[in-house]
């Protein structure tokens, strides 16, 4: 066999692509093209889901990241490691259900569903500072007392007496459910039934035809109204309410009941549901709404798809600018149809340990036997997107002054505790002897120390009771507790989110004709 010399090889290898390139590219022989298909290929879920790492947690890190991720694809500053961090922080204290981590180093077993945090996100760039006072109006209706200018301190039915916890907190906080409220006294009235161990109060009102009861959580920190859906899904998975102690409407269900193509979605700060408007007939305290549209959730988060959440559905009663619906609160609507003399909803919280079961809402007015008439205030509202703002003149802790001024407070009925910015929290805690720092707070469960806001130039002082959640050891209810004050910034750096702990301890009314709030130590 003869080898050919390397010189050969290359004249070969020039021949061959000169004579290639030289034929034109149509004549070229080329392997024939499959015809267009389409092509589909499986995707294989993946997850692993770590045992150590609760899923709320679990998903803030999730978010994190897609933050991160999105503020490098628009070309914006990515979130600071601060912030993340922060978030992260609030998980740990908004957690509402399952095994949460433990709050405290010491190890506490706080975890459940022992707080709830209503207040709704705001449209834009979430809360802004409020911006001054607006239209100095007072609430004036039916049955209601003109202000007086008392100073006075406490509420009715003070529990605090530095014997720890009350055994009926406990239980209530381990076994939930409600606790029925006695029958209202005032007209156009319901009842408040207490969620567990005080995380929220709950109505009962009617919906469709034939009218079936649903239990709604009242909140005046969100615009909202909503139940849930006959085809309701969890975002943890399956139906809403596997075991079917909620009640849903749809037209299975109502007969009057009409549907649209409108989505809504509303995100609390904890929680969030989405769904589609609706209309149909709608009763509160024998008022009715005839064809009121508001919203049925489709897509609930466990904190209201839950079977151990003893609600059906939430009654934002903001302002209707608020309103991620779009639509007017119902407290507006009873108004415009003439069924109440005005936009009024006022309420008398009750606290479980005290056993009078005396919540109330009243709608279109005040409930006079529920106050001290020479005690009620009226202060505008100061807050420009439709949350119930008031200016708060000063904080004293024992009866001195703290010192802290220009605060606002956002009073939020769907809101368990106080969530203040961490300096003032730990300013505060260490005041009536406890200890806080950026991520908890925690007090004696024995304290007797006492904490008073002033509005409009009266004082109302929270019960020592009210300022302790549970103890931060289950099994020893005379060591320290969580506390009802907890450090977040929830706006801006004066911005004070106060919900129940400060409510049970003065009648709440707020008034949208004159965009005002009223306030009076409870009789």
Request: proline content about 6%.
């Amino acid at each position: 066999m003869q080898i050919l010399s390397p010189a050969l090889i290359l004249v070969a290898c020039f021949l061959n692509h000169v004579l290639g390139g030289a034929i034109p590219q149509h004549a070229r022989r080329q392997p024939a093209l499959p015809t267009p298909q389409l092509i589909t290929l499986p995707l294989k879920r993946f997850q692993t889901m770590p045992k150590d790492i609760h899923p709320q947690m679990l998903m803030q890190q999730y978010i994190n990241r897609a933050s991160k991720r999105l503020a490098r694809m628009t070309g914006r500053e990515e979130p600071s490691e601060h912030q993340l961090r922060s978030e992260i922080h609030k998980r740990l204290y908004l957690l509402d259900g399952g095994s949460a981590p433990s709050l405290s180093s010491s190890g506490s077993s706080f975890q459940d569903a022992n707080t709830r945090l209503g207040l709704a996100v705001a449209h834009g760039h979430g809360k802004q500072s409020s911006e001054g006072m607006v239209n100095n109006g007072t609430a004036i209706s039916s049955n209601t007392t003109m202000p007086g200018n008392a100073t006075s301190s406490g509420g009715a039915g003070a529990s605090g007496n530095g014997t720890g916890v009350s055994p009926l907190d406990i239980q209530a906080a381990n076994n939930g459910g409600l606790t029925p409220a006695n029958p209202p006294t005032a007209n156009n009235s319901l009842g408040l039934a207490i969620e567990a161990d005080d995380v929220a109060y709950i109505a009962t009102i009617q919906i469709g035809t034939p009218a079936l009861d649903f239990r709604i959580l009242m909140d005046s920190g969100s615009a909202d109204f909503w139940v849930g859906s006959e085809n309701c899904q969890s975002s943890a998975g399956g139906g809403c309410c596997l075991k079917g102690n909620h009640t849903f409407l749809g037209p299975q269900s109502s007969s009057s009941f009409v549907s649209s193509n409108t989505q809504f979605q509303v995100t609390y700060g904890s929680g969030a549901v989405a769904g589609t408007l609706c209309q149909d007939q709608v009763g509160i305290a024998g008022l009715t709404l005839n064809n009121h549209t508001f919203g049925v959730a489709t897509a609930e988060s466990p904190q209201f798809a839950s079977s151990s959440v003893p609600f059906d559905g939430l009654m934002g009663v903001a302002q209707s600018s608020l309103s991620q619906q779009n639509v007017s609160t119902p407290v507006e609507s009873l108004s415009s149809n003439g069924l109440i003399p005005a936009a009024i909803i006022s309420f008398k919280i009750s606290r479980l340990s005290n056993q009078l079961n005396d919540g109330e809402v009243t709608f279109g007015g005040l409930d006079s036997s529920k106050f001290i008439a020479d005690t009620l205030i009226t202060i505008p509202n100061v807050n420009q997107q439709g949350f119930w703002e008031g200016s708060i003149d000063a904080v004293s802790i024992n009866g001195a002054d703290s010192g802290l001024t220009g605060r606002t407070a956002i009073l939020d009925t769907g809101t368990t505790t106080m969530v203040i910015p961490p300096a003032d929290a730990q300013q505060l805690i260490q005041g009536l002897g406890g200890t806080c720092d950026t991520q908890q707070c925690t007090l004696p469960c024995t304290t007797n120390s006492s904490l008073a806001l002033s509005f409009g130039g009266s004082s109302f002082s929270i019960d020592p009771s009210d300022l302790l959640i549970l103890p931060v050891q289950p099994n020893d209810p005379t060591g320290d507790c969580v506390a009802g004050i907890q450090p977040q910034q929830i706006g801006s750096p004066t911005q004070w989110l106060v919900g129940d702990v400060f409510l049970k301890n003065a009648y709440f009314s707020t008034d949208v004709g004159n965009n005002s709030i009223s306030l009076a130590q409870l009789s």
